[in-house]
Each structure stands twice: as structure tokens, then as C-alpha cells.
């Protein structure tokens, strides 16, 4: 902009007749206006998003929730009462109460903090290392053979021996079971990606980039990226969901968290077997994954929306 | 042997029942086997439960419906019951295909079944037995001494118990149907060993033992009983079929006591379908799929109950046992190991795992066992005093470190652990719970700077002799002159009072001593059809060798 | 096209090396020994001793590798710790129901999926689009075990329509066999339509705002046709690789479904295995898994050449 | 003062650029007179008050705002203005591609052969787009569809509004490729899009377009994706077509050479209306409206002397939704007056085929 400015400026100076150009203030004054603009209308178009809106309202809720567990329920999800187990809903227990007498509604909140924190890591960890995977195995033919070979072995080996063997040499501890989980989704989101980014490869665009000498790297990043953005959110959004379920299956074998601590996914496993005489057990956790994972799932659109604002998704 | 094994690295665990795989749609695991447990360590026998038989077998000649399928949750690691000690394997195939020389009786006491009589010599190291006539093998071949020796001294070599107990001593024949056992020891327990103990001496051919595939497992099954093995399909079902030429012994019409007796057969097929979820199990019952299910869990149990087309029942199953390291660490310090017991509260600990599926009892035997009843020790059972256990734990000289308990997920093991972490909590122990799975946890046992107590369940024994943990090298090494001098004296006992009387001793000082804390014994609970009857609930579970579902 | 193939072939050799290698490692790494599983608490010295031997664990473990490989090579994987079968008979008697039941839920999930996703795009911020959003974000999270559960109380013991649970192979009745695979197909086929639906509809929509959709509606085509014809075959590539996907998840995925509805498949083998320890069990299920990858995801990419000419050129 | 000096710079350059007068040694086309004198009397599009408004996130804008103009049979009328200035609205809105239910909203009347097309269902709709009124876009690459062969697209059209047998149709298609001077139409019919050249692109879109014989061809910048002399093959396709079919063209570009070499009349459009309308010759010798000269002026000129600054229109296109009062091009006009910013002028004809929409026509 300050070159276009000064050269300018010098022009008019010495052409009289020019026609009238913009002088300095009124350039800046437009440049405001204008960058204004396109900030008020990608807000706009975002809170015109009623679903991303509403996404944004549930995601940020749960977060809160769960960060003020303690101030809301003032039951420690961990103090047993074998008294009164099972109990139904009431005014004491919100939520009920489980197999050992703990209040579920405590667990769920002190629940959503691992679940989330699990989620959302290995949701992420995925969609970045899947792009990163995708991408270049798009680009490149020998690293596609390698990289997709890879992925078709890592896909082959189950999470529980994964998770069991990470716990085994490197101890129990939540990050054994993100790891076993982002290796375990990282593969389908490469392949996702990859198979995204051979199409946008193919596009004028991408061909007028390599003309203007823009590097590989550039073009990867700056505009293949953005491009192939949109599935790899779908997809995010998919491994956030089954990362909250597989993440208790883990737990329960000890992999993850020890049992005692709550964690949406282990309070599934044990209303599981409970689930004719208690369901609410089953039924909490399982609202709460669901509503996290459709608020997620609609911000993400929102999102995608705010990036890249030709897409109509 | 032993592959390199990974003590180094941290607490690790798999899944034995439970199926996690975590990619993609993957979800939590199927089964807590939160009623009673199958876990492979279940040993001993079973002696006459409160519950006796149940109904009356349907009469003779009255039509049956053909296939009765049974909904069983886990399956059986193999059906060579000389060979392994897994719970399910015991229900299917004894007294059902494989018979005994010897059964229980409703009084648990050793009663004729494949023998005609047997007697102990008077100094009790001579067993003999006398054999029956005519008796037929599934495979049309009749039962001879040989048969018999060969079948007993297979299950001699296979029992770690049996084999200590007899040391060299082997059944050898004495004429066409005598066969006896001499050994250097009392032989006065041996018949209920025989009749009821986790590896169940089956007889089978000679030539059946000889022919082992290579993990030493017999390849066909070959017994005397009222069915004949017909097919096992991995993972699917096990198919008996009824033997139509079996002879059967006892008086026909007459009701059964406890598991001898005549056995009538009215079924066709026994089909052992492998469900392995119980909300599947229970809703195929109810949706007429199963005629039978097995570990109801205690939660389901009054829903069944209440359902007019359905009949439930419960036998005791075993008991728990929490078992300390006494060779290091924390649990070989005695007071500690009482101030344990005193903190722990029972009814909790079996309630989070049992739900209302459990009974309370101070002695280890439980109370199927009516004859080895003692409370003796019972004022150190169920104190949950929690002044005492801090004290105990000052003499104990307690100075804050992690009390470690290392326990399987299955069957509600990890539960207790949850509860009596909260409890021993409460009296200051700082606890770390380790929840492995049961393969690993059968390898971690072995190593006592891993843990300071461990939680496992144990069937039904018919004899305090078949307790392990007793044993000096059974992980937990209870090493402890007075405690082997009393086994020693009970397991010498020639006489059933003498031993009792010995048992009481050796009960009271380990409530003292603390091999282990038995907060108390569990129930196997089951369901079925209303129609059905004739079901055998003596003990260990449901047999059906007089059960039918009679058909309009 | 051959030599395309062929080369996918040739790959498949350093995959399944560097995979064997990976499992070997890991199955050896978990501790729990399969005597001990096996044999019980009551087995004696001897015969743990013994099945150790038998079972060639007490040779060093790289020495193990390479025995087994090599056996591998002659078609012997090895004998199942379990009762006397071979892995391969137990895998083989364990494969048809997995391969039923993916096959089946994937049909399911296919016909729910792309339909519902076509119409979400189509109507796009209608109704129909919400409705849609939401019954794919609740698939996704909900557990199957759920969804096996709920489908079994209703059908099964509610309307008594289809067996609970089960499994009646193919040779004993086709119609027998479909109704025992029914609902446990649903249960793993609407977890994979939640998100192929998902995938449907984002490719459509972003193809539907393309250039060549407005000329072939200035050529006069029809409202239908435009979308069934001109954009579904433009949208081909996301949905097969969507559907390659969730092929292969559901084999893994099945485990959860197959112990719910008692179908012996390779889920449930695997996980009994792990419990068992059944090391050549194990080992074998997973290279036969990547060996399905591996050529699930040729055809996959042989497709993309089939769909799309500028693919097959490059 | 400065209003004053920049509009004589204006006048200077009025005179007509000769350049464009004698036809380039490649262009075959009929001149300016030929095409007026041939122009044939019925009319076949009779576009009266057109205004298509779109519900944009700045609320419901008008893109086109009371568009008229007729194009008669065999006539080519060429459509110019600056991007922007709503000549591709008007062909889209014509052929009702817009979103109907939820975009866009159109009034006024599109009368095509007597037949008003508003009042036609999205069924007999169908009927007209591809046999009646065909249309092509800018972009060949873009527009064609990447996964069918160029055969098969030609095909479509012929099976859609013919009722004929797969090999007719394949027959014609080749046939329409050979017309549109593809060589060797065999081998290209199994082709696919990105196989061929951009020229050879564009005669593929012409050929998909004109399959069915259409009445009216709507070009949308056919040629500014292709290079000149590419340009000057698809131009000399789209006259022969015009004639040969004795079809009516609306050449949408923002080339005045194009139009002066091909075109009849013309029609200026600015901001969504139409500016000024005319024969070629009116418009190229003498412009009327200020910004169609100030268009003509902007024109590089052969005989300009090297150095010379470019003529510009001051100023930039306002957007729809800060359109002005009174006359649109006010803001920008070196001649505007207080009327011309506080009414909208009308129409007024300074001969019987030219008219514009100023104040000071007289005047200037």
C-alpha cells in the first residue's frame, strides 16, 4: 500500500493535468472504510450463521460447565455412598446417582474435563498431522508411495494393543491414550486430505501460483491448505466424537486415566451395565458428548465459513 | 521359560472379555461381568448350597422341547477339565459328559457315582474303589480299571494341588474293577477333591488320554455322562446331544441329592449359544431367543424376577479374596495387614461389585459348606473402625507411603478396589490403584515388587486343603510357621472331626494372621423360562441332566 | 492399468514387513503370558513349561520373528494357543461373518447416507438440511453399543421381529442368515452414514456452485438430472473415498458390534486373543487387516482414476 | 477550473479513431453499414423494464434496474460497460439461472418470440434454455464438465430437446464439431476438456451451445479468456453462425473493438442501467452519453504519441448499495450539473436509432 501511495503522490505532482487522483488522506481514509467493511461483513456472515452462533453458545457452555465444576455441584464425584445407589433423578442428584452411589452429575462435569481435553488434543493433533500427511503425499510421488504405505499399516493395528503397549514401556498416563488414538485417526484424515488435495492440485490457480514462482512449501500451505480445510473439519469433528468413546474403552483397561476419576466415556461403560434399571447413567454422558460434538461440529462450519468465504458448505 | 518379562516398565494391563477397539466407531467395552465372575482362577469344588435341587424333573416319557439353548457369557479356554480350571468348562461338561468315580452329595460329602463303593484304609493312605459293571463310553466302549488309572493319574499330573498332596503316589489296578492309591500322606480329603474340586477328575478312555494335540489338551472328549459332546464352534456355541445308551445309576424317579443320582435326560440337545453382553443375554431371554442365561447380574436380577414368564435363581459361586504381599513392602508387616482388615467395611466393597449378589461370613469356607462352619476369628471380620486402624497403623510405624492394589476389570475387581480405596482413604493410606487385565494380572502376581495386595475370586472348595493362597509358594507367600504347622496338622487330620477341629484353629489365627482378608462370599445368579423345570441348582450353577422344557 | 496394479502389489511387501515387525514388537511388549491365561492357576511347572516350548517362547525373540515368518512363508501361521486349531482355520471360520456384516452395514449406510446428503445439498439451509445436520452429528456421537442396545429392545424383544443375537451362517438359509445380521449392521452402518453424509453433502454443495452446473442448466438440463448426473458423478471422488474409509473402520469397528450381538467375527477372535495372549492369533488378524488396507485403498485409487479422466492421466 | 480543463481533453480525442474503422486483414466481417441494412424487421427478445434484485447479507440489492432493449432476428447487438455495470445479470436473468426460491427476484417483462418467459414454469423453462436461447460463458475450462467427453456433452443437448437415436445424436455432434472447426471431430469426440486448447475449448462450448439450432445466442465474453488471434477465430465463428443460422446474438463484452468489428447496434450499460443505445456508427462517431465517451476515449489509440498519459474515467464504480441520486453517473460525470445529481434523466433520441439517458445532450 505505502508504495502505491508514495508513487502516487510524486505523479500527480508533476502531471498537473492528470485526472484527479486520490490524494494521501482520502487513499487511507478508504483503505480504513474498506478493511472495516470486510471485517463487519465476515462478522456479519458469521452471526448470520445461526448454527455456528448456536455451536459457538453450546461448546463455550460445556467449557464453562466443566471449568466451573466445582462452584456449580458441590458433591466430589469421587465420594462413595453404596447407601443409596441407583437412585433415580431428584432434587439431591440431578443426575441420579451410579453403581457406587456417586453423584453422576458431579461426573459429568468433572468428566467433561478429560473428555474434552481428550477430544479436542487428539481431534486436533489428527486434522493437523492428517493435512500434514495429506498434503505432502499429495505433492510429491515418493513421498505419497511411502507416507500412504505407512498410513495403511498404522491403520491396521488395533488401538487397544496400541494404548496397552504405549502404557506398558512409557507408564500410565492420559497422554499414552491421545497418542494411540492420534495414531490410530491420523491415517484416515491423511487420506481424506490426500485425496482432496490431488483435486485442488489440478486447479488453474494452483498452476497460476507455480508461474509466479511461489514455492512448493507456499503453495502448500498458503493455498492448498485452506482449500481442502473443509472435509478435514467434518472429519475433526468425527474424531473428536469417537476420541470421548474410545478414550473410556482405554480408561477402563486402565490405560488412561485410573478408573476412580470420572470421564464421560467411563461412565458410559458403567451405565452399560446397569442400562434397564438405570439409564440415566447411560443417558447424561451420552446428551453431553452429543451436544458437544453438534455444537462443534456447527462451529466448525462457522468457521470454515469465516476462513474461506467462497465456500457455501 | 519365562519370556523376558517387562517388569521394568509401569503398570500395564489387556482385555480378557472386554473388546475395545478404539479406531473409528469404536465404543466402550461390552461386558463387566458384574455378577459372578468367570475368571479362569476360580479353583476347588463345589459342596451342597442352601438352594438344594429345585423343581421336579418332568416325568418320564413326557415330550421335551429338543434344543434347550443356554446363553453362556464367556467361553471356555478348552473343555479338558484335567487340564484347566475355568469355571464355564466345569458347568458345560460335568457330570454332563465327563462323570467322576466319586460326587457330591447335597451334604457335600464324597458319594459313589462311576465306583460301586470305595473305602480308606484305617491309617488312611490306601484309597480303594470298587468299580461298576456295564458302564458305557460315548465312543461304545466299556469302562475298565484301565480307563480309570489312566484317567485319575492324568488328573493327578495336571492338579498342582493334587499332585503336591500325593507327591509320587499314582492309582494303580488291582483287578478288573479294583483300582487303588497308596500314598505317604492322609487320604481322608481325597474323595471330595475328587467328586468336587476346580479340575473335576473325569474319566475318560485310556486311549482318549494318550491322544493329545500339541498343547497337550485331550482331542476328543469321551466320558460316561447322560451327553455326548457333539460340536464346538469357536467363539459361537458348544452342542451336546443326549447319549442314548447311557447307564444310568441311583434309583429312577427319585429326586437327586445334590449332584448324584439317577439322570433322566428328557432334552435332546444342550446348546451352549456364547453371548458375551449380559443386556443382550437378558433381552434374548425375554425375547424367547434363550431358554436359559447365566451371571444375571444382581442390578437385573429383581427386573427378572418380576417378569411372570420367568424364574430366576441363585447358588453360591465362590468367594473374594484380597490378598496380601507378604514377602515385601507394606503387607509383610503385620500390623499394617491389620490395620487393613479393621478399616475395610464389607457390605461396601461387595455392594459396589455385587450389587445385592453377596452374603456376608467371617469364615473363608462359605456357606454352601455347612460342616466346615466356624467363627472363629469373626471378632476381627467387618470392623470398619476407623479410630482402631489409625492406631494400628502408629504401632505399625506407618510412615505415609503408597499402599499399591493391584486388580483385574473383570468381575466388579476394580470396583472393590474404587471402594476400598475411599475407605482406606479415610484412615490416612494413600492408596494407588492398578487395574490390569486378567492375563496380566496372572503375570504381575508373580512379582512381588509390584504390589502390595491383590484381588482375585475363588469358586467354591468343598475342603479348606483346596484353599491356595495357604500355599507357601501361591503369589501372596504366606510364609509363616504356625500358619503351615496348622494346615500341615489339618491336611494330616484322619479322622472329618479332627480336621474340622483343626480347620477351626487355623481359621481363627489367619484372622489374625491375615493371609488374606475374605470380605465375604458372591452368588451365581441365573434365569430362565418359566416352563422349564428339573433344573439341577445344587451348586457351581444350573446342571440340566433332569431338565426339560415339556412340551403342551 | 496392469503395471498400476502391480505396483500397488510390490508395495504391499515393505507395508506388511514394516507392519509384522511393529505387532511383533507390541504383542511381545504387553506382558501376561499365554500359559498362564490358558493353562490357569492349577497348572502344574511341566506343563506350562511344556506349552512354552510347544509355542517356541522360550527362543530368543528375534529368533521367534524370523520362525515365524518363515513358517508364514510355507502357509503356516501357526497354531492358536486356544484349542487345537490352526490360526488359520480360526481365522477363516471368524472371517465370513465380518466380511457379511461390513459388507451389509456398508450397503446400509450407503443408502442412507448419499440419498440424505444429496437432498441436505440440494435444499441447502432448509428444514430438510437441519434435520439432516443433526441425525449425522447424533450418529456420530452416539456409541454404537447404544444404538445395538436400543435396536434390540425393540425389534427383538418388543416386536419379536429379528433374533436378539446370534449368528446363523449363510449355508443354513440366506433369509435365516440376513434377519441374524440385520440389526447388528444397522448398529455399525449408521455410525459410518452419519459421517458419509456429512461428506456427501459439503463435495455436493461445493460442486453445485461450479461453472459447468450453471451451463448445463442453461443447456436446458433438467433439475434432476443436473444433480444425479452432472454434480454426483463430480462428488464421486469424496464419496469413494469416504466409503474405502469407512470399509476399513468397520472391519475394525465391528469388535464393539459383533460382542453386543454375540456374531463371531474377527473382532471378537481379536479381542479374546488379546485376553488369551494368542500371540500368531493376534499377529496374523492384524497383517490380514493391513493386507485389506492395502488393497482396499488401490481400488480406491483406481477408482479415482475411473471417475475422474485428470486423475488416471497423472 | 478543473472540471473545465478536463473536459476539453474530451473534445480533443472525439474524433472517430480511425484504427478502428478499416478492417484488420483477418476479420472477414461484414462493417458497420452491411449488418444495419440486413437488419431484419420482426423482433425475437423484447426485454422491457427489467430489474433483477438479489437478498444479499447487505439486504435485497438491484443489481439491473429497468433494463429495455429488443434484439431482432439475425441482428447482433452488442452489450458493453465496465465490469460490474450488470451485463451478465441481464443475460442470466433472461435465462432465469438464478436461484428463484431463495436469491433472486425479477419484474418486469422478457418477451422471446411473444412469449413472456417470467410467466413460463421451470419445466417449459427447460424447454427454451439449449433449444431457443443458448448461451456461452467466458471460461470454456470451467464452464465444460471435467468428467464427461466433449461428445457426450454435445449429445446431451441434441437428446434432451430432440427426440432422436444415440447414433443421430452422435452423428450430429461430430458434425457440429467439424462446423465449429475442430479438425479431425472424431478423435476429439472421445476427448475430455482439459485435453484440448483454449480456442478449441470455446468451439466446444459453441458447438454444445448451438447443437439445437437456437434462436437467440446469449455470448457471454466469449473471448476475453483467449488470446487475439484466437479471439478473431471465435468472433468470426460466432458471425458465421449468426448467419448461417440466422440467429440473433447478444455479445456481452467490455471490448469495443470486438463490438465495432461484429456488432449492429450497441448498448451501453453503467450501474445497472442502460446508458445510451445505439447503431455501431452512432455510438463509435459520435458517442452521446458522457461516459460512453469517456469510454471511447479511453481507447489506446494507434497514432497516440508514446508517453501520453491514458484517458481515465475518474473515480470508481459505486457500490449497489451506495448507488447515488438522480443520474447514476453523476458522481463521475466531468459535466455534471445540480439537476443531474438530484433527478434521474429519461431517454432522449438524437436520431432515430440513438438515444441516451442525459441532461445535456444538446449541449456537450
Redesign the interface.
Known sequence: MSILHANEMTVSAA?A????TLTGAGFEELKARLAKEQRA?RI??FT?NK?AVFGLVVVLMVLLLAILAPVICHYDP???D?VN??KPMSLAHPFGTD??GRDVFARVLYGARISLFVGFTVGILSGVLGMVVGLYASTNKLAD?IL???C??L???????????L??????DIRNVIM??TI??VP?MA??AR??A??IR?Q?YIEAMRCLGASKLRIMWKHMAPNII??II??V??VF??A???E???S????GV???APSW??I???G???????WWI?CFP?AF??L???GL??LGDGIRDFIDP???? | MKKRNRRAAAAVMAVAALLVTACGGGSSNSTTAAGASAAADTSGSETGSSAGTSSAAPAEGTKCQDTLHIAVQQQAPSLDLHKNSSLIARQMMDGTVFEKLVTLNSQAEAVPELAESYELSDDARTLTFKLRHGVKFHDGSEMTADDVVASMNRWIEGFSTASTMLGDARFEKVDDDTVKITADTSLLLLPPMIAGSAQPAAITTAAACKDEDDNGFMKQYIGTGPYKFTEWVQDQYVRLDRFDDYVPYGNKGEEMDGWAGYKSAPTQTLEYDIVPDQATASAGLESGQYDIIWNVSSDDYPRLEANPALSVASAQQGSVALIFNHKQGLGANQSFRQAVNTALNCDEILTAAFGSGYELGSCYMDSGQAFWQTDAGSEYYNQHDVDKAKQLLTDAGYSGDTFRILCSNLGGSDKMAVAMKSELEAVGITVDLNIVDWATLTDYRKDPSLYDMYITTFAEVPVPTLKLYYGTNYPGWSVDDKLQSMFKDMTEATTMDDAKAKWEALQGYSWEYLPIICPGHYLGQYAWKKELTGVNMYSGGPKFWNAGIPLA | MKRFILKRILSMIPVLFIVSVVIFSLVHLVPGDPAAAMLGDMATAEDIAALHARLGLDRPLVQQYFVWISNIFHGDFGDSVANHQTVASMILSHLEPTIHLTILALIIAVLIAIPLGMIAATRKGSVVDHSVTVLSLLGISLPSFLLGLFLILVFAVRFKLLPSSGYVPMRQGFWMHLKSILLPAIALGFMNAAFMMRMTRASLLEVLGSDYIRMAKAKGVREMAIVTVHAFKNTLVTIITVIGQSLVQSLSGAAVVESLFAIPGLGQLMVNSIGRRDYYVIQSIVLLIAVFNVIVNMFVDILYGVVDPRVRVS | MEAVAERNIIDKKLIFPDSLRESEEGFKSTSAEDAYATAPQDVILEVKDLCTGFHTERGFLKAIDGVSFSVKKGEMLGIVGESGCGKSVTSQSIMRLYDERKLVRYTGEVRFLGQNLFDLSEREMQHVRGEKIAMVFQDALSSLNPVFTVGHQIMESLRIHRNISREEAKKRSVEMLGLVGIPDPERRFYQYPFELSGGMRQRVMIAVALACHPRLLIADEPTTALDVTIQAQIMDLIVEMNRKFDMGVMLITHDLGVVAETCSRVIVMYLGQIVEEGLVTDIFDHPQHPYTKGLMASVPRLDSRSGERLHQIKGTVPLLNQIPEGCRFAPRCPYATEACRRSMPDFISTSSTQRARCFRIGEL
Open positions: 502531471n493535468n492528470a485526472t484527479e461483513i456479519r456472515r448470520s448454527g469421587l465420594a462413595l453404596t445407589r441407583l453403581t457406587m508411495n500412504m504405505r505407512i495403511d499399516g491403520k491396521a493395528i488395533p488401538s487397544t494393543l496400541l494404548a496397552i503397549t502404557m506398558a514401556v512409557l507408564g500410565a494411540a488414538l490410530v485417526s484416515s487420506r481424506l485425496g482432496r490431488l483435486v489440478e488453474t473443509s472435509p467434518v472429519q469433528t468425527f466424537a469417537s470421548i468413546i474410545s473410556a474403552a482405554l477402563f483397561l486402565g490405560a485410573p478408573a476412580p466415556g467411563n458410559l461403560n458403567e452399560k451395565s446397569v442400562i434397564y434399571q438405570a447411560v451420552g458428548t452429543a458437544t460434538v453438534l461440529n456447527l467462497t465456500s457455501e458448505g
